[in-house]
């Protein structure tokens, strides 16, 4: 009887235990498969996001090589005339060689210079209050609308391209993609395009038309 009672004891020992066991492997389950779920959504997002940057920096790069295409002939209509504004043309030609080697994709160098050759630009329609002879030069003025339409598209391209990067840096350093972001090839974090004060507020200049 004694032997029976301890055996039927042990019995039920091993059934809480198995018991206890199953609830633990539920639990581990659960929680894995709820990880999994949430690093599944965040990853992508996170790849959907990504290719939203990419292809608001293609516009961004679009407007920077059309403007960039545009520079050399507006320095050489102005150098015309106004051949001793060394400087602000040397500024230019630094902005434009260091956008040109920057190399693909966001950089905060590519970014830089970008904002570089803005303000250069905006000195140097400063500098063309004093030549009057440029407010009559039919090349330059349609030149000077070029560049100011491109400096205007590049504006509206820099701020879509901003918003998918808010978007994706949110989604990069949420948990739980900020442990995996970087091993999965992501950036953890891409660079926000700000605009120059000069561009903020780009002087208004009278042609007399």
Request: hydrophobic share 40%; glycine share 10%.
């Amino acid at each position: 009887m004694n032997s029976n009672s301890y055996d039927g004891g042990g019995g039920k020992g091993r059934k809480t235990a198995l018991l206890g066991c199953g609830c633990v492997v539920l639990v581990l389950l659960f929680l894995c498969l709820s990880l999994y779920g949430a690093f599944k959504s965040s990853y992508n997002r996170l790849n959907a996001q990504n290719q939203q940057v990419k292809a608001a920096w293609a516009e961004v790069e679009n407007n920077l090589q059309r403007r960039s295409d545009l520079i050399p002939n507006l320095v050489a209509t102005v150098k015309g005339v106004a051949g001793q504004e060394q400087k602000v043309f040397g500024d230019i030609a630094n902005a434009r060689a260091r956008i040109g080697g920057a190399g693909a994709g966001p950089s905060d160098a590519k970014i830089k210079a970008s904002n570089d050759m803005s303000s250069a630009i905006s000195r140097l329609l400063v500098i063309v209050e004093n030549y009057p002879n440029l407010k009559s030069n039919e090349n330059f003025l349609n030149l000077q609308d070029e560049v100011t339409g491109t400096e205007n598209r590049l504006a509206h391209s820099r701020e879509q391209y901003n918003t998918a990067v808010q978007g994706y840096n949110e989604t990069a350093k949420s948990f739980p993609m900020v442990l995996f972001v970087t091993k999965m090839g992501f950036k953890a974090e891409q660079p926000f395009f700000e605009a120059p004060a000069e561009a903020k507020a780009r002087p208004n200049i009278d042609f007399g038309k």
